[in-house]
């Protein structure tokens, strides 16, 4: 009805009527869509993301590599930030603030060891297309925006629970 209440629900909005998305596409244009004014470099259009982003045939092992290398790279970061916060009487203030980014880096190192240990694991155990994928668990313990991977067995294709 037009009061307000949707009619049976064969829409999300009063009167039934719903709305479309447009896939994939419309919803990258939107997401961008601020960065049209930008004019070097050019923005990023759909298919040059599709063809630069795109994961499909990428051998896993390339893919964890790179994984490992961002890690690594994580773990210098959040080690440099701690040694930056924490040091007293080099002229740098100390505080609060300092201390709670001291202490976000130390959480993020702790993820960037602990995923790079899990990313070696796997590597070294060999993670190919045609084996089966290991259970993964994510650990926000940590941080509450960047997970620990811990691995579990191997995930049973077949079988439900």
Do not use: W
Not at 130 to 149: C, E
């Amino acid at each position: 009805g037009e009061g307000g209440g949707g009619g049976g629900g064969e829409g999300v909005f009063p009167g039934g009527a719903s709305l479309d998305l447009g896939g994939q596409a419309r919803r990258f244009a939107k997401r961008f869509e601020a960065l049209g004014t930008v004019y070097a470099p050019e923005p990023l259009g759909y298919s040059t993301y599709l063809a630069n982003f795109a994961l499909e045939g990428v051998e896993p092992e390339v893919l964890l590599d790179a994984a490992r290398q961002c890690f690594g790279d994580a773990k210098d970061a959040a080690h440099q930030v701690i040694a930056e916060t924490t040091q007293v009487g080099k002229g740098l203030p100390s505080g609060p603030v300092q201390q709670g980014a001291a202490n976000q880096a130390k959480a993020v190192r702790k993820v960037a060891v602990a995923n790079s240990v899990a990313i070696e694991l796997l590597l070294r155990t060999g993670v190919q297309s045609g084996k089966p994928p290991r259970q993964l668990v994510l650990d926000y313990s940590a941080t509450a925006l960047f997970p620990i991977v811990k691995l579990g067995g191997a995930v049973s294709m077949g079988a439900s629970s």
